[in-house]
């Protein structure tokens, strides 16, 4: 999938609110260029977290992940263990999902920073 049919399937699932930051918008520079997207229903940024987020590029904590590269992105979604479990077979914290290279493409796998604390989909 690309980036826009991603941003077409979450705003079709009814009350998300989906963030471009972008130079001018009052957003940190380092956000300019991901996308964030919030359950918000109301259309008021909430004070949690969003729900998932498509990384654009390398953040100085992950390099490993050559986001950097033509086209490449990364789609982070929170998931639940017991569904990281069903959908990866292992659970987050258990080492087979920490060895997964981030920079492979089409693959699931623990998010590569803060993955082994559980529940995030990379």
């Given at each position: 999938m690309e980036v826009n049919e991603i941003i077409d399937v979450a705003e079709g699932l009814g009350?998300?609110?989906t963030l471009k930051p972008q130079p001018g918008d009052g957003s940190p520079e380092i956000s300019w260029g991901d996308i964030f997207f919030y359950y918000a229903p109301?259309?008021?940024v909430p004070?949690?977290?969003p729900f998932a987020t498509i990384v654009t590029k390398d953040y100085p904590e992950d390099r490993g992940s050559q986001l950097d590269r033509p086209g490449a992105f990364r789609l982070n979604?929170?998931?639940?263990?017991?569904?990281?479990r069903e959908l990866t077979g292992r659970g987050?914290?258990?080492p087979?999902?920490?060895d997964v290279d981030p920079s492979t493409v089409d693959v699931l796998f623990a998010h590569p920073v803060y993955g082994h604390l559980g529940g995030s989909l990379w």
């Open positions: 009350g998300v609110l109301d259309g008021v004070a949690s977290q979604v929170t998931a639940g263990t017991a569904q990281f987050p914290r258990e087979a999902g920490h």
